[in-house]
């Protein structure tokens, strides 16, 4: 070993581990990325709904907020949404989903997010969030844009709005 290291020293030559030419680097993707939403809810609160008369079909109303925008327990005071997005006719009645990818975003800056909204599964003219509707827990919605591809997110509504 010393004396391969003084043949360097001697020689000013770099060795090489085999990984090719180090001043060639690779360059990572850094734009936009987009989500893929498909849709899920636990088959317990189904039946819960069933119960009450209610079943889980209607018009998912969200917001998409930057991590630094939201908490454990929905978003900050005054913070403003990445994107605000509904999407109609979602039926999770057979098993709860999750459903096929209903939802792509606009492009957005890789980074982590938040996904938050409800299923408005009784009158969607008096908007989402009254008792009984599947509401998501911020909690069990947190991802990951990617740089430049498309990320697939399950959104679960882990909650019926008491």
Sequence with gaps: MLLLASLIACTGTDVDSGGGDSAVEEELPTGPGTLALSFRMDADYIATMAE??????????????????????????????????????????VDGGPTGVLFRSDPLEPQIVWILGCLDVDDPADGCGDVGDPITIPNE??????????????VYMGMIRP
């Design 52 to 93: 009450d008369g209610q079943i889980p079909v209607g018009t998912f109303g969200g917001s998409i907020y930057a991590e630094a925008d939201a908490t454990g327990l929905g978003p900050n005071d005054g913070a403003v949404s990445l994107a605000d997005f509904s999407v109609s006719g979602i039926d999770l009645t």
């Design 141 to 154: 919605n947190k991802a990951q844009v990617a740089a430049e591809s498309e990320t697939p997110v399950e």
